[in-house]
């Protein structure tokens, strides 16, 4: 059994930084891409940003020039370098694994906090 196992939220002031990792406990392979989403409480669960296999990045609008998303595709783990950080960041943020053949691995959600 796969899981997604997040680390790195918490609580931080505006303008701060944040970096959370992910990392896949079991056996995963063909990962295609991976990515992160985060959710606020009463809406959708968006998307922050997404990495291919081949490394080419997708970013959510509202996140461009702050956040970076990385992956080490010997390790298996994707990383997201918050910078800039805003209230309205404040969100449980996923990570995503999205195999070759279409299968979606979640992990359980990490709080990111950004308040003074």
């Known amino acids: 059994q796969v899981q997604l196992v997040e680390s790195g939220g918490g609580l931080v002031e505006p303008g701060g930084s944040l970096r959370l990792s992910c990392a896949a406990s079991g056996s995963i392979s063909n990962i295609n891409t991976m990515g992160w989403y985060r959710q606020t409480p009463g809406k959708q669960r968006e998307l922050v940003a997404t990495?291919?296999?081949?490394?080419?990045?997708n970013y959510a609008d509202s996140v461009k020039g702050r956040f970076t998303i990385s992956r080490d595709n010997a390790k298996n783990t994707v990383a997201l370098q918050m910078n800039s950080l805003k209230p309205e960041d404040t969100a449980v943020y996923f990570c995503?694994?999205?195999?070759?053949?279409?299968?979606?691995?979640w992990g359980q959600g990490t709080h990111v906090t950004v308040s003074s």
């Open positions: 990495i291919a296999s081949g490394g080419s990045r």
């Open positions: 995503l694994y999205r195999t070759t053949w279409g299968a979606n691995y």
